[in-house]
């Protein structure tokens, strides 16, 4: 075979979320990239729930796809169950999420794996990574083959030293069915990685067509049907089936405080700790003891296939009181498992060995993304996998990493929280651990990151052109309705007062009536002097978003300019902070755990106070 075949720019370890973000984005970057993963049938796999999105999760999709990614897209393509959360309220919290058909997904990201040019894949089990020095070299596979590259992303997901467990039976694997990383897990454990565990689990499976659904509660998707990807359309979705919504019973709960000393997770033997957000149905019974009822969602695992997944009721219990529970809610009396629920705990990573760009501080070269960094989710993933995957391309040519800054994205909300907080327990995106929401909405994902995407090289002609195309869009709409002067004595102003009852007392233009709570895009183009509206949708939306939160949004973007300050320190590799006179032993030590790239990530290590980031700021300003 030939030398070529063994020699890359980037080599992506792990097909699943962040592995095939990462490796999309490198070859998308210009470098020659190879993934190597366990199996290439499970490319793109959901090992848990069927879904993508969801308040926070879904403002990553579309900053993923703003930046030229794939999730979004292979949502549309899968989705066949869509709801816009939170649509009451503000822009800010708006969320897309769909149900999505898992064997869709799937393959069409397999698809786009496979005609990405410069990317390839190969099936194997990487026992071991080729490091020299400080360097990373290559990696090398569990029969022995050696593929060299200069710059490796490890995104292993729940794989390293993956332990499975079902009531007291546990066993090695990856996830239900797929292998584990063993090997690679232990000489991992040899490098100067700081190695935790952490668990996570799934309910058990069942065949929907034993459910009586004329008792559970039919839960339509919205009509009309968000869409994901800033270049989709509803055309791209599937055929579309509902969701229905059950509820666990006293009996349920009963059945699992009469188990919980059979329970892997309160009798000691699962170690790691698990998503707070995504509680095991034990967990809650435990912790809301008080609570008579949990939910449960019904949602379909796709079209061509008869298994639900009962969303709530994530378990590791043995599978008798599985089965009893499951059987004890309304409507399940008759159900059939067909895969049990499980924990798993597996090997992570303290983030705070990561610089910005994902890259470890310890080993040149090597980057980690996804599950291995302590977060959860597809799409917490997928953001730090494009990231990796686009900075690994980036220090092969030798060029500057680049990874968004906290008000120009959650992804950058995502990474600057691993990198300074580290985390103790799975980590989830909210909106709350955003402080400049309002800025980082869905609805302007592309507006805050394609143009960015573009320079970096992730964002194609297509893509661009019809950026381009909004963008030119909103601007001419808000300069003509800038130009659009009501006043008490003209035409316009007449009309706002009669059809809209909003007397006017001064001139204004029909941008700054946009600013008006009651008065919205739509309503105001309807009135016969400005009618018929001339905008598409997604163009009337920024409008009048930015029109309607003008002052909110320039208080937020000076406070930004001032923050920058802070960004824009850069803190030298390798700095010695006994230098700095006054700091605390405490400030000192903390900043040397985390060795913060920046003055601003500095300012946000737990604890850090400003007498401290005053002291750093002095002794920067001195040394330049
Ligand atoms: P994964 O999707 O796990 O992909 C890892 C990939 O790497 C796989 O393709 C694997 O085959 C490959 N790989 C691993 N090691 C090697 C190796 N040595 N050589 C070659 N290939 C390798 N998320 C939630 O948000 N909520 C939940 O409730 C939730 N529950 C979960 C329950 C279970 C049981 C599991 C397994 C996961 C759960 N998740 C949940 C997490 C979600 O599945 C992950 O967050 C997401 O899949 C992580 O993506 P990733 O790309 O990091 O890893």
Redesign the pocket.
Known sequence: MSESFYRYEVIV???????TEAALAAARSGARTLL????VE??G?????PAIGGIGKGHLVREIDALGGIMARAADAAGIQWRRLNASKGPAVRATRCQADRALYRSFIRRAVEAQPNLTVFQ????DLIIEGDRVRGAITHTGLRFVAPAVVL??????AGKIHVGQTQYAA???G?PP?TT?AAKLRERPFVVDRLK???PPRIDGRTLDYSVLELQPGDDPRPVFSFLGSRADHPRQVPCWIAHTSERTHAIIRGALHRSPLYSGQIEGIG?RY?PSIEDKVVRFADKASHQVFVEPEGLDVTEIYPNGI?TSLPFDVQLALVRSIRGFERAHITRPG???EYDFFDPRGLKASLETKSVAGLFF????NG????E??AAQ?LIAGLNAARCVREREPWSPRRDQAYIGVLIDDLITQGTSEPY?MFTSRAEYRLQLREDNADLRLTGIGRELGLVDDARFAAFARKREAIARETARLGALWASPANGLGAEVARVLGLPLSRETSALDLLKRPQLDYATLLSLPSLAPAVAAPEVAEQVEIEAKYSGYLERQRTEIARQQRHEASVIPDGFDYAQVHGLSAEARQKLQRVRPETVGQAQRIPGMTPAAISLLLVHLAREQ
């Open positions: 370890v792990g097909g699943g979320h962040a592995g190597l993963t366990h199996n499970t490319v796999a959901m090992s848990c729930n194997a089990a990487v026992d995104t292993a997901g729940t794989f390293l990856g996830r239900m797929d990383a690679l996570t689990g799934t998503p995504c994530s499980y924990a798993i993304a996804g599950q291995i977060t959860t989710g597809y917490e993933a996998g989830r």
